[in-house]
């Protein structure tokens, strides 16, 4: 397996030393290397593999992945021979950008896809997979909701059979720490420069605050755990800007508290701030992702993780890959 990887920030640099962390558990099934990896700015790639550790080290030491300057990843696409794209560029949910451009590229030529990268999966996700259908090729996707939380694969794989009802869920770290901050009595900006701190927070944390990553997931369950065919667009989204220290002081009089909640089921896609009563799985405190599933036989599910860091999301990439080299076997 040849793996390209496009983006390399915190999750391209975790799944890198993941590569290397997993080598003996992956060396069972043939030799997986690393052929190209590349951001916006400069590229690396080696047809013999390129040294994960390496690579890792070079671009915290120098902000470069590599001594070649970038054209376009389609060129260092072009340029090399690979079996797998692994696309975690920085979303960006107004066009799709590179990301998207990536993904269509390789599913063109038939070369499978995991990504964690939200904004083409919220808005051309039946595209994308009829694309990938086309070409013989596999599109896979499970870190891009909850992080290393399981929740696409739980759904479409080990919960075949149930009809999955509805999906409730705490889908942004983000959000959810800077209300549980704010429980506390902390006000907006200061929890939300801790939440930065943190690392968790998207590039542009409006991105988070104003509920847009949560539409994103929501949209990316509807599609894959619902089958249905909506977009971004169709989500109705209210994020926490409005949510005031007063309606957290009266919410916490009746024992509550306010949450960003996701749901989706075949009739709703909402993201909206709710009143969650203390003690419920969805009240959780800090940066924690959770969700509630709803199936018509085993009744409801609950699952809870890390929504997002380094290895974390790394390890759901990882899952992808060996689902992808069984498949392939
Ligand atoms: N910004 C996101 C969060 C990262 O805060 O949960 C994971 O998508």
């Keep these: 397996m040849r793996i390209a990887i496009a983006g390399f920030g915190t999750v391209g640099q975790g799944f890198a030393e993941v590569i290397h962390k997993k080598s003996e558990l992956l060396s069972s099934y043939g030799p997986v290397k690393i052929v190209a990896a590349f951001d916006s700015k400069s590229y690396a790639a ?24 970038m054209k376009s990843g389609i060129d260092v696409l072009g340029s090399v021979g690979y079996d797998i794209l692994v696309e975690v560029s920085p979303t960006d949910i107004e066009t799709g950008g590179d990301g998207l ?38 599109l896979r996707f499970e870190g891009s909701v909850g992080g290393a939380m399981p929740i696409i694969n739980l759904c479409s794989e080990n919960l075949k059979g149930e009809r999955v009802k509805s999906i409730r869920g705490i889908f942004n770290g983000t959000c959810n720490f800077i209300l549980s901050r704010m429980d506390n ?28 990553d949560t539409a994103c997931k929501v949209v990316i369950l509807a599609n894959s755990v619902f089958r249905r065919n909506v977009k971004f667009s ?6 926490i800007s409005s949510v005031s220290p007063e309606a957290i002081a009266l919410a916490a009089d009746q024992e509550m508290v306010i949450r960003l909640v996701g749901e ?23 940066t924690m992702n959770t969700a509630q599933i709803m199936t018509d ?12 860091g380094r290895m974390e999301t790394a390890s759901a990439i990882l899952s992808d890959l060996i689902a992808i080299m069984d498949r392939r076997r």
């Design 185 to 212: 009595g902390l006000p907006f900006e200061q929890a939300l420069k801790e939440a930065q701190q943190l690392g968790y927070a998207e590039s542009d944390p409006s991105y988070d605050i104003d509920g847009i």
């Design 264 to 286: 989706v089921s075949d009739t709703v896609l909402e993201v909206s701030p709710r009143l969650v009563p203390k003690g419920h799985p969805l009240s959780i405190a800090g």
């Design 234 to 239: 169709d989500v109705s989204i209210t994020g």
């Design 297 to 308: 036989l085993a009744g409801p599910i609950v699952i809870f993780g890390k929504g997002a």
């Design 46 to 69: 080696d047809e013999n593999g390129l040294d994960p550790v390496a690579l890792v080290k070079n671009k915290l030491a120098t902000g470069a992945v590599g001594d070649k300057k």
């Design 101 to 138: 451009r990536h993904i269509e590229y390789s599913l063109k030529h038939g070369k499978d896809v995991i990504t964690v990268n939200k904004g083409p999966l919220a808005l051309r996700f039946r595209e994308l997979n009829k694309l990938a259908e086309r070409n013989n090729a596999i």
